[in-house]
């Protein structure tokens, strides 16, 4: 079965990658999708964001993180310290995976087969940003990289190592911001979230003394 790694450039530049990006057929999801929403931000970020997919807004727009979410991460950001400004963007699925009802188009979970045949797209972006941290935004993030047993919810702020294809690379896992929004009690799980960004604002500083 063809994956995205049947797609990648010879040359792993971020440009090189975002244009093959766009002819990807290693899953069905570019069937439904608006475009591929590839990763945006510095090509030597110190920091990688990861989340899920791209959004109604995101598929639009070919940008990630521009809706609501987005939104409320570009906040998180600023208060913790990191900024949005100079790190790297991005998700583990390119496509927008949804369900339509009536004239909307509702978010769909991806499958495991799904995240794995993108995967070489991540992994592509990791080796050409090389960031010294990766924060990574829900459990479907966190295990296209850490695997399928990682639980956010026990680990969530806790530094740990990637993969040792990503040699000397540390990351810090935390919810998607998109849940922050549907929470019963919107202020404690940001509070929560801005707690998990700052221990990864805390991991970066250490790593750079």
Not at 148 to 175: I, M, N, S, W, Y
Request: proline content about 5%; aromatic content about 6%; overall charge neutral.
């Amino acid at each position: 079965m063809a994956d995205a790694g049947d797609f990648l450039p010879d040359t792993r530049s971020l440009d090189a990658l975002r244009a093959a990006a766009s002819g990807c057929r290693g899953c069905d999801l570019y069937r439904d999708a608006t475009q591929v929403v590839f990763g945006e931000g510095a090509r030597s970020a110190q920091v990688m964001l990861v989340g899920e997919q791209p959004g109604d807004k995101e598929d639009l727009a070919g940008e990630p993180f521009v809706g609501p979410a987005g939104r409320l991460l570009d906040k998180a950001l600023e208060e913790s310290g990191i900024g949005r400004t100079g790190v790297y963007v991005t998700n583990a699925v390119k496509h927008f995976k949804f369900t339509e009802r009536g004239k909307r188009r509702i978010h769909q979970k991806p499958s495991r087969t799904e995240v794995v045949s993108c995967r070489p797209w991540l992994a592509a972006e990791l080796d050409a940003v090389h960031p010294e941290l990766v924060v990574l935004l829900g459990a479907t993030a966190a295990q296209a990289l850490l695997g399928t047993g990682f639980k956010v919810t026990q680990r969530r702020g806790e530094v740990v190592d990637l993969p040792a294809e990503f040699t000397g690379t540390h990351a810090v896992a935390t919810v998607h911001p998109s849940s922050v929004l549907r929470a019963p009690d919107r202020d404690e799980a940001y509070d929560a979230f801005l707690s998990d960004l700052k221990s990864a604002r805390s991991a970066l500083s250490r790593s750079s003394a």
